[in-house]
């Protein structure tokens, strides 16, 4: 149910949260769907390029069958994968569409569990997050040094500092005229 996933909105303290009182940004670019939504999809035999409108549907017409009848042609699953199914486009189409705002119509998601012939799961996911925090550590690294209480880097920052002013007040002083202009009103010209 929808209202699972926006409970606790009242209490967002941004200007709307997707997911309870939890900011989300908003969705742009590609994404890949994988894992529950990947499974879901191939199980409707939906390509990995079918919109959130095609699960839907899939999801509508399945889940709106007589369960006897899902039963006898799916005869290999048990009733709860079948129901799992059920709730599984609900859910996807909830959270995708419903909570993230995404469009039914929009292209910008796959659902796939590989790309090319690497397989796609959490640990692969994790492992390129790690990494990538890493690379944004690397970066923020010479601001903590500067403003940590070591005083080398502070003198740094001071010395760069004074370099910089010293050097605008050099090329403003350079750049003015060294002499002045007077209105002579005896002689009716400029002196200079």
């Not at 990947?38 to 999801?59: E, N, P, Q, V």
């Not at 925090?133 to 500092?161: M, N, P, Q």
Request: some cysteine.
């Amino acid at each position: 149910h929808i209202d699972t996933l926006t409970s606790d909105a009242e209490e967002c303290s941004y200007q709307r949260c997707h997911i309870g009182n939890t900011f989300v940004p908003e969705f742009r670019g590609r994404s890949l769907a994988t894992e529950n939504f990947f499974y879901t999809s191939k199980f409707f035999g939906l390509s990995s390029k079918a919109f959130i409108s095609d699960l839907m549907l899939a999801g509508e017409k399945f889940c709106g069958e007589d369960w006897s009848k899902l039963q006898k042609k799916y005869h290999t699953l048990e009733k709860e994968d079948l129901l799992r199914y059920c709730f599984s486009s609900a859910y996807i189409v909830a959270f995708l569409h419903d909570s993230l705002g995404i469009a039914l119509d929009n292209g910008r998601i796959g659902f796939t569990n590989q790309v090319g012939d690497i397989p796609l799961d959490w640990a692969l996911g994790a492992f390129i997050m790690q990494n990538m925090s890493d690379l944004d550590r690397e970066h923020y690294d010479w601001i903590s040094t500067v403003l940590s209480g070591d005083s080398t880097g502070r003198y740094s920052l001071f010395i760069i500092a004074a370099v910089l002013i010293f050097t605008v007040w050099l090329l403003r002083k350079w750049w003015k005229p060294q002499f002045k202009t007077i209105y002579d009103l005896e002689k009716g010209r400029y002196n200079c």
